[in-house]
């Protein structure tokens, strides 16, 4: 059983569209991350959700909105996608204060 | 938030130790120690964390300086399969809300 789960793995699009990455975790955990990894491999922090109220939110452009249906879900949406959002997407999940899992990722190519 | 300093790259031979540094020199009392990798084509993965001691567990060693400046991870039998990115992350109080990722050591291991 995949503990953090992604869909779709792979996901190429044109700019201008809208488009939503689903993430959801099997591990009872309160706290669930976006994580964004670019062309040069930074790792970087987007959101952190802890029982569905948003707690982390990283200077993101708007066009993301992070939703969060219950404490084992916790989706990205992207509007008027751009070049510049092609990138690997990582969900992510943890109890406060523990070791973080992570999804094995989305890739986002827009064309 | 303190920073970790680490080399671009190592090079192992399978069955051999590896021992991959970090240095972080201005760590704080409250700061933990984490170190995570990620394989190629997949999401991070815990490895260990520790506060002052040295630490094992089934995956690796951390072994800690005394006054806390430095940490090295230590593979006890290199695998092809520890071939990855290694990512040395300090955290504060323990708290993993937020990973901050830096450019991590690449481990290629040769056969």
């Known amino acids: 059983d995949t503990a953090v789960s992604q869909t779709p793995k792979y996901l190429v699009t044109q700019m201008g569209n809208d488009k939503s990455i689903k993430c959801e975790q099997n591990?009872?955990?309160?706290?669930m991350y976006w994580y964004k990894q670019d062309s040069k491999k930074f790792l970087k922090i987007m959101f952190s959700y802890n029982n569905k109220e948003l707690i982390i939110n990283e200077t993101v452009p708007n066009r993301f909105s992070p939703k969060s249906p219950d404490k084992a879900h916790l989706n990205l949406h992207i509007n008027s996608l751009e070049l510049g959002d092609s990138a690997v997407y990582f969900c992510a999940s943890s109890l406060v204060r523990n070791t973080i899992y992570f999804g094995e990722g989305s890739w986002l190519t827009v064309v | 938030d303190a920073k970790t300093t680490q080399p671009n790259s190592m090079e192992s031979n399978e069955e051999e130790p590896v021992h991959l540094p970090c240095n972080h020199s201005?760590?704080?009392?409250?700061?933990?120690i984490h170190w995570y990798r990620q394989l190629p084509s997949q999401g991070p993965e815990y490895v260990i964390h520790?506060?002052?001691s040295n630490v094992n567990n089934r995956m690796a060693s951390l072994a800690i300086a005394e006054d806390r400046k430095s940490s090295t991870l230590i593979l006890h039998r290199a695998t092809l399969r520890d071939a990855a990115v290694y990512y040395c992350i300090l955290t504060q109080g323990g708290a993993t809300n937020k990973l901050i990722f830096g450019t991590g050591t690449l481990l290629a291991v040769q056969p």
């Open positions: 591990l009872g955990h309160d706290t």
């Open positions: 520790g506060l002052t």
């Open positions: 201005t760590i704080s009392g409250t700061d933990y």
